[in-house]
T-cell receptor
Framework: SQQGEEDPQALSIQEGENATMNCSYKTSINNLQWYRQNSGRGLVHLILIRSNEREKHSGRLRVTLDTSKKSSSLLITASRAADTASYFCATDAQSGYSTLTFGKGTMLLVSP | DAGITQSPRHKVTETGTPVTLRCHQTENHRYMYWYRQDPGHGLRLIHYSYGVKDTDKGEVSDGYSVSRSKTEDFLLTLESATSSQTSVYFC???????????????FGPGTRLTVL
């Protein structure tokens, strides 16, 4: 069953604008990760945030985590056409299972 | 890029035939995973391995088997392919397990399998 669910399913913006994607999950987690997938390619890791962290930055990426609401957001600032991709959140489960469960993804289109 | 290759990259086969997909890594990572990606379902875990000869089932393991006889190779076998197994298959690796350790997974380029 899906642990994480991204919202919106699709997002279309202009270059220079900010893009925000959300992820909700159902059970308590140790960590939440965000990945990016360019069309036809494998996923690429963007950032990992631990359950005791509230916010994390990496370049133009800002990730927040609210464990009380079981939700996370990924903000991409000053978007570029090259940011066009699908973005997935992935969660583990505090039961200690050694795997990740991925959401269905948000498809981001950044137009020049 | 992490050293992960998948072979073949594309395959068309017929229902009922056996198919083996190979994942090869040069990173010496202990954990290896097989996922399938389908429209509307995202990525779903098929099987994973936590060491040589140590494997376990994922969310959608029915109809699939795996083997890992060497650290660098993780094979996914469809014993008798069905049309519902038409998908894009991704292999991934990680140095540490998920859970409290929490580790990045590195993905291969994928194999597009079509079962007619």
């Amino acid at each position: 069953s899906q642990q994480g669910e991204e919202d919106p399913q699709a997002l279309s913006i202009q270059e220079g604008e900010n893009a925000t994607m959300n992820c909700s999950y159902k059970t308590s987690i140790n960590n939440l990760q965000w990945y990016r997938q360019n069309s036809g390619r494998g996923l690429v890791h963007l950032i990992l945030i631990r359950s005791n962290e509230r916010e994390k930055h990496s370049g133009r990426l800002r990730v927040t985590l609210d464990t009380s609401k079981k939700s996370s957001s990924l903000l991409i600032t000053a978007s570029r056409a090259a940011d066009t991709a699908s973005y997935f959140c992935a969660t583990d489960a505090q039961s200690g299972y050694s795997t990740l469960t991925f959401g269905k993804g948000t498809m981001l289109l950044v137009s020049p | 890029d992490a050293g992960i290759t998948q072979s073949p990259r594309h395959k068309v086969t017929e229902t009922g035939t056996p198919v083996t997909l190979r994942c090869h890594q040069t990173e010496n990572h202990r954990y290896m995973y097989w996922y399938r990606q389908d429209p509307g379902h995202g990525l779903r875990l098929i099987h994973y391995s936590y060491g040589v000869k140590d494997t376990d089932k994922g969310e959608v393991s029915d109809g699939y088997s795996v083997s890992r006889s060497k650290t660098e190779d993780f094979l996914l076998t469809l014993e008798s392919a069905t049309s519902s197994q038409t998908s894009v298959y991704f292999c991934a690796i990680s140095e540490k397990p998920q859970g409290i350790a929490g580790d990045t997974q590195y993905f291969g380029p994928g194999t597009r399998l079509t079962v007619l």
